[in-house]
T-cell receptor, first 112, second 112 residues
Framework: GNSVTQMEGPVTLSEEAFLTINCTYT??????LFWYVQYPGEGLQLLLK?????DKGSNKGFEATYRKETTSFHLEKGSVQVSDSAVYFC???????????FGTGTSLTVIP | DAGVIQSPRHEVTEMGQEVTLRCKPI?????LFWYRQTMMRGLELLIY????????DSGMPEDRFSAKMPNASFSTLKIQPSEPRDSAVYFC??????????FGPGTRLLVL
């Protein structure tokens, strides 16, 4: 079946530290992959996406590369800011039947 | 683009009362999703529609929950009668085909 597994949090980093949040997936066929961010009291916002193998999604300094060989889509940012404190969700979408699967979310806190 | 619109943003009601949550998807999107988010259970898909037709309602917890989509620009999620364990944040999301979902700001429901 299809599923998404992401690293458990919470993650606490100092400002300007390097961020990696791991995400691996299991899917039949060739899914699209997404990262969403949820700030406190808000809905989920699409952060970035990749639709095929070796694609790199990027936005606001965040990057993730669709790695088919390792079935991974790890989220990275070179220098985090306090404003990046939020919960991050990895997700996949199957291209048939529009099944959407979310990971459990990873809470990130960035301290000054 | 106004994004996905949900109303009300907050709802406080007493056990046994009927609750109706409303959603206006992004214009032109053909998929609409209802989710529930709690600390204990995370993000749960309740039901989704394609071209106004319910496709999968297996996530609807009980017969007390019902959802309708009378037209492409409006959907409701109704809980009747409401119970304290229904307290959660309810999100509506929409997408164009099997792609990225765009979330509304959510309705925070508290059932006393």
């Amino acid at each position: 079946g299809n599923s998404v597994t992401q690293m458990e949090g919470p993650v606490t980093l100092s400002e300007e530290a390097f961020l990696t949040i791991n995400c691996t997936y299991t899917a039949t066929g060739y899914p699209s992959l997404f990262w969403y961010v949820q700030y406190p009291g808000e809905g989920l916002q699409l952060l970035l996406k990749a639709t095929k193998a070796d694609d790199k999604g990027s936005n606001k300094g965040f990057e993730a590369t669709y790695r088919k060989e390792t079935t991974s889509f790890h989220l990275e940012k070179g220098s985090v800011q306090v404003s990046d404190s939020a919960v991050y969700f990895c997700a996949l979408s199957t291209n048939t039947g529009n099944q959407f699967y979310f990971g459990t979310g990873t809470s990130l806190t960035v301290i000054p | 683009d106004a994004g996905v619109i949900q109303s009300p943003r907050h709802e406080v009601t007493e056990m046994g009362q009927e609750v109706t949550l409303r959603c206006k998807p992004i214009s032109g999107h053909d998929y609409l999703f209802w989710y529930r988010q709690t600390m204990m259970r995370g993000l749960e898909l309740l039901i989704y529609f394609n071209n106004n037709v319910p496709i999968d309602d297996s996530g609807m917890p009980e017969d007390r929950f019902s959802a309708k989509m009378p037209n492409a620009s409006f959907s409701t999620l109704k809980i009747q009668p409401s119970e304290p364990r229904d307290s959660a944040v309810y999100f509506c999301a929409s997408s164009l085909g099997p792609g990225a979902q765009y979330f509304g700001p959510g309705t925070r429901l508290l059932v006393l």
